[in-house]
């Protein structure tokens, strides 16, 4: 896994320098540094579709397990979903206020 990371960020770097030779002369460096910053917030999205689904593999279990706590099984459920999605929801809000603050 770390070898793909490592890989891709290669290949970022390479593409970056790439690209920085197209960027207009009045952007300079400070826009690519907003632009790493709105990819550095979207990573606290990957968690949250797995976590996600996580949660409801679980939540299913635990219902086949005992199908009379069905109703508390899914309001925990619930909640443990809201707080998950929060944070895909914070990254993007941070990603949005990047791109417009800074643009």
Request: hydrophobic share 50%; charged share 15%.
């Amino acid at each position: 896994m770390l070898d793909k990371v490592t890989t891709f960020l290669a290949e970022a770097a390479n593409t970056a320098t790439e690209a920085s030779k197209n960027v207009p002369a009045d952007k300079g460096i400070g826009f690519g540094l907003v632009a790493v910053g709105i990819g550095a917030s979207m990573i606290g999205v990957l968690g949250t579709g797995a976590g996600q689904g996580y949660a409801a593999g679980k939540a299913a279990e635990a219902v086949g397990r005992n199908p009379e706590a069905e109703s508390k099984i899914r309001s925990m459920m619930i909640v443990g979903m809201a707080i998950a999605e929060s944070s895909a929801i914070y990254s993007l809000l941070i990603a949005i206020l990047l791109f417009f603050v800074y643009k």
